[in-house]
C-alpha cells in the first residue's frame, strides 16, 4: 500500500484547507488511519484518528474543534478539513494505516506511510 496525501498549499490566518489521503494500491477501507504532522525542528505529532468504519474519531487538543477527520469508503480515500488555520499549523501532513495496537496518538503505531503535503499558514 502506498498512500498519498494532498491538498497543502498556502492560506491566511482564518482560512481553511482539506487534506485527501489516498492509495493507488490496494483497499484500506477496513484499517484504522491517522493524520500526523511535521513542523521544522520539531517532532512528528498526532493530530488526529478515524477508525475503520469511520463512526469514531478524535483529535489533538491543539485541533479539536477547528480540525475534522473523515473517509469515504468508496473512494478508497481519508479527509482532514480543516478550518481556523493558525500559523502554527505549519507543516508537513502525513497519513498512515493504524497497524498496531495500543495508543493511537503514538506514530509508532502506524505503517505505510506516505509523502506529506505542505501546508503554510500565514498571519
Known amino acids: 500500500v502506498q498512500l498519498q496525501a494532498s491538498g497543502g498549499g498556502l492560506v491566511q490566518a482564518g482560512g481553511f484547507l482539506r487534506l485527501s489521503c489516498g492509495s493507488s494500491?490496494?483497499?484500506?477501507?477496513?484499517?484504522?488511519m491517522g493524520w500526523f504532522r511535521q513542523a521544522p525542528g520539531k517532532e512528528r505529532e498526532f493530530v488526529g484518528y478515524i477508525s475503520g468504519s469511520g463512526g469514531t474519531a478524535d483529535y489533538a487538543d491543539s485541533v479539536k474543534g477547528r480540525f475534522t477527520i473523515s473517509r469515504d469508503i468508496a473512494k478508497n480515500t481519508m479527509y482532514l478539513q480543516m478550518n481556523s488555520l493558525k500559523p502554527e499549523d505549519t507543516a508537513v501532513y502525513s497519513c498512515a494505516i493504524r497497524i498496531y495496537g495500543g495508543s493511537y496518538y503514538h506514530s509508532n503505531k502506524y505503517a505505510y506511510w506516505g509523502k506529506g503535503t505542505q501546508v503554510t499558514v500565514s498571519s
Open positions: 494500491g490496494r483497499t484500506f477501507s477496513n484499517y484504522d
